[in-house]
């Protein structure tokens, strides 16, 4: 088999990249990056014939490969494209989700040095949780310099309010593939372990909803708290994200 790739523009991928979101059936963390020109496409061909694509990173994570798709018919000869297309590309790493076959696969197949990123989360439950002290609203720009210091995430749209300070902030983005929404929230330190970040994550799942967004939520490997935060609200672990270093050896031609 004759195997090439070619580095295209983004709209030669576009109709490719709607099969890959619908076999994919989960929230793909990267989706959005190749659309707003944060990563290389490629196409890959099999005896002159369309065989894939894929995407490399060129922002955060440079020379990272963030996605990867055959047509159904070439599934068996994905390991031999993909390598092509690795040294086509000169990618340096790979990340995956352990909820996409394909590529946690190849993952596997052609990496090393393999370490977990994020724990990935669906929802699979509507709580009930009573509210804390305090009052869940929507935030006001004029107040938007008072609230507490962020570390972890952006500062949300939506806020609770104790006393008359905002003592957590959340929101969710929706540059994700349809129809998922991602949450995220903070809490101030001086306010956790109250039952305020559940209670907001579950409020948040509810305005995703309202937003025609099916919510879904990711949190660092070693942030324990937040998980049982994002699991009391609801939400369960369904999957990893996981980055390696190209093994050496696997750049080499695969036609």
Request: proline share 6%; glycine share 8%.
């Amino acid at each position: 088999m004759k195997i090439a790739t070619e580095r295209v523009e983004y709209r030669e991928v576009e109709a490719l990249r709607e099969l890959y979101r619908h076999e994919a059936r989960c929230q793909i963390v990267h989706d959005s990056r190749i659309r707003r020109g944060h990563a290389d496409p490629y196409l890959v061909f099999a005896d002159g014939r369309l065989a894939g694509y894929g995407g490399v990173l060129n922002r955060f994570d440079p020379g990272c490969v963030m996605e990867f798709w055959v047509m159904p018919s070439l599934g068996s000869y994905a390991l031999p494209l993909f390598q092509e297309f690795l040294a086509a590309s000169q990618a340096t790493h790979i990340i995956a989700q352990t909820n996409m076959p394909l590529m946690l696969t190849l993952l596997y197949d052609c990496a090393t040095d393999i370490k977990e990123e994020a724990i990935l989360f669906h929802t699979v439950a509507t709580t009930n949780l009573p509210p804390p002290k305090g009052v869940f609203r929507k935030s006001f720009p004029e107040e938007q310099d008072a609230i507490f210091e962020h570390h972890h995430e952006p500062v949300g749209d939506w806020v609770i309010e104790l006393e008359g300070a905002v003592v957590a902030t959340g929101g969710f983005l929706t540059h994700y593939n349809p129809p998922y929404g991602d949450v995220y929230m903070e809490v101030t330190e001086s306010a956790r372990q109250q039952g305020i970040g559940s209670y907001l994550v579950q409020e948040l799942k509810r305005a995703c909803y309202e937003a025609g967004r099916l919510p879904s939520a990711r949190c660092n490997p070693t942030n324990i708290a937040s998980r049982k935060t994002l699991q009391k609200a609801g939400f369960a672990p369904c999957g990893r994200l996981l980055m390696g270093r190209v093994r050496d050896g696997d750049l080499s031609s695969a036609s």
